[in-house]
DNA sequence: CTGGACGCGGAAAGCCTATTCCATTTCGCC
DNA sequence: GGCGAAATGGAATAGGCTTTCCGCGTCCAG
């Protein structure tokens, strides 16, 4: 028995095998511009399929110049509201035919950086950035010059969020969300309210405690009655605003989580204090992950498609570069349940 | 002003800013066996760094034969259970400087297959495999085919959950958590037992059972006295196997679920006809995913050290491919919450 | 019957990098 | 100072594929 060099086998002995040039054999099996007459199309196919033939990605990448890889950057994968995003981003990838790689930047503005440019390397597709943006002009500037690297080598940048930078954005209406939900809870008879606000500088935060307070200001509620409590925009960082809020005492009687995981993390600090939502704090999340319709109480929250965000996202890769970017706006939906009672 | 086109920067022009040969520049830049010169590297460095220099990774990897690249396939990605384990295995990843490209299947074996031959073609480094295996030896045997082909290319082959091909495996002791869980059931006092047993084919969910019965059998509680239901390994499976439990009535007094989220939907379906946990049943789960501390009650179950098994994965990438397939146990460990309060 | 248009197979160039193989320089040591 | 060994720069090649360009055969119109 002869030993066997395990040589992966390539085009040209596929072509070989059919007996055809290598040109005929590429042609063949990806079926460019040009024709190949039926009978060897078939001879190609089957000697392919006969070796068992997978053609060198990344052979492929180098002669086209162009990949079929989509990079997602997010800031945590664990976080069901990326995990959701990223479920939609690689539903429509797979249709079509685009491979999906995933970076979790732990909302690092350096290794968002860094990721970026790996993908320039990989000359993928398309990057897709998930996730709010900082307010911080210098990293806003930093990212704003990679990702035109990143353009310059055929690349589409597509973001989610907030357009901040001029490339195509799948907006979420968190302003107009908020203030919906703020008409919606002064419409169940709240008055008084409290804010989790999320960290100063994220505009996701930021967009939907403005669009609250514009909700609550058309209802002649102003600023100084509602208390608002920063905090980190994960659960830790709601358990820990909703005991601040707790310790200092306030008069709310509904409380606003900028975000729905920060909402569990208040309603676990209640619990621990033996409190109770709706009895002793009525309580509104936003951002929805499906999770929430089986904790008790049920939350009251503005739904977000996610899904849908991402696979739209998706969309506007396949979409020309042009001078003026293009927005897809998205708009969450007011759902209420439990958690706010009407008073 | 001239038209500019927009050429990408390759590494013949920062040999050529940088006054050195191809090969230099590209020993400068990644620092091969050979060394060079301390001042033209810098020079490489420097030019590369005006230029904006990113290597084509493509091209690399065609020169290199190999990529650094891993494929992840996991049933669905917005699952806790997976968006977990993803999250362990980007983050060890990103230390080793690996990329990881993710993949839904479904839980479809074609699209399975269809995955792993698109990571053939990237020359993927490795590829890991997440999410129990169906009990059907044909599509096993399939899949065992295509993981050969893949392993022809240089590539490194790990699975999560059970042992059941002969490649390099994060088991995780389903088995003995059941029965570590069903023991401590028993010793709370419970003796009529329930089971939302999950899809029969699932060997997750199989070994689970299985594990169970063994628990409660060394308390000689015997098989014909446990009401078994089986139902979709998610949410709406434990939901509607509740449902059906429920309506054909029962006699136990303690259920066990063999995953979380189908847990949340026996809760759910509970809710809905008025019964509480643990009041009118007491529950118990599988898996822990980190929501479920905030869920009311608190749900009891086997912890998962899920970013662990994902990292551990990873991990085994990196072994040398040996004649015997080795395999890391994972063990879970029963947290006893207010699901299961002592009779 | 002839000439041009068209269809199609094949040779070869090109994509970008890593690495081998020479050629030259540098260095250590007697 | 001279010699061999070690270090190091550079030309050329390899790697697998796509695509351009060339040339030949076929078909149809005149």
Avoid: W
């Avoid at 099996?29 to 199309?41: I, K, M, T, Y």
């Avoid at 995990?83 to 995933?102: W, Y």
């Avoid at 939350?299 to 020309?320: K, M, Q, Y």
């Amino acid at each position: 028995m002869v030993a066997q060099e395990a040589r992966t086998v390539t085009l040209f002995d596929v072509a070989t095998e059919a007996g055809v040039s290598l040109a005929t054999a590429s042609r063949a099996l990806n079926g460019s511009a040009r024709r190949v007459r039926e009978d060897l199309r078939l001879r190609v196919l089957e000697a392919a399929a006969a070796l068992n033939y997978s053609p060198n990605a990344a052979a492929q990448v180098v002669a086209r110049g162009r990949s079929n890889l989509v990079g997602l950057l997010v800031h945590e994968i664990a976080d069901p509201y990326f995990s959701a995003i990223a479920s939609g981003v690689m539903g429509a990838a797979e249709k079509s035919g685009l491979l999906v790689t995933v970076a979790s930047t732990g909302r690092d503005a350096d290794r968002e950086a860094v990721h970026i440019a790996a993908f320039r390397g990989q000359r993928a597709r398309a990057v897709i950035l998930a996730g709010s943006r900082l307010d911080d002009t210098v990293s806003l500037e930093r990212l704003g010059q990679e990702l035109v690297a990143f353009e310059g080598t055929g690349g589409r940048v597509v973001m989610i969020s907030q357009s901040k930078l001029p490339v195509d954005t799948v907006v979420v209406e968190n302003h107009a969300g908020a203030r919906n939900l703020a008409e919606t809870l002064v419409g169940l008879g709240y008055r008084r309210f409290a804010v989790l606000a999320g960290p100063p500088g994220l505009l996701t935060a930021r967009d939907r405690l403005a669009g609250f307070r514009a909700g609550l200001a058309g209802a002649d509620i102003h600023g100084d009655s509602v208390d608002v409590v920063r905090g980190g925009f994960d659960r830790e960082g709601g358990y820990s605003a909703m005991n601040q809020l707790l310790d200092r005492g306030t008069e709310a009687r509904c409380l606003f989580a900028v975000n729905d995981v920060m909402a569990m993390g208040a309603i676990a600090a209640m619990r621990e204090r033996g409190l109770e939502v709706p009895r002793d704090m009525a309580m509104a999340g936003f951002g929805d992950f499906s999770m929430l319709r089986d904790i008790t109480p049920t939350l009251t929250t503005v739904t977000l498609p996610l899904e849908d965000i991402g696979a739209s996202a998706l969309d506007l890769v396949f979409l020309e570069r042009a001078d003026k970017p293009r927005s897809r706006r998205i708009r969450g939906e007011v759902v209420v349940r439990a958690s706010t009672p009407q008073r």
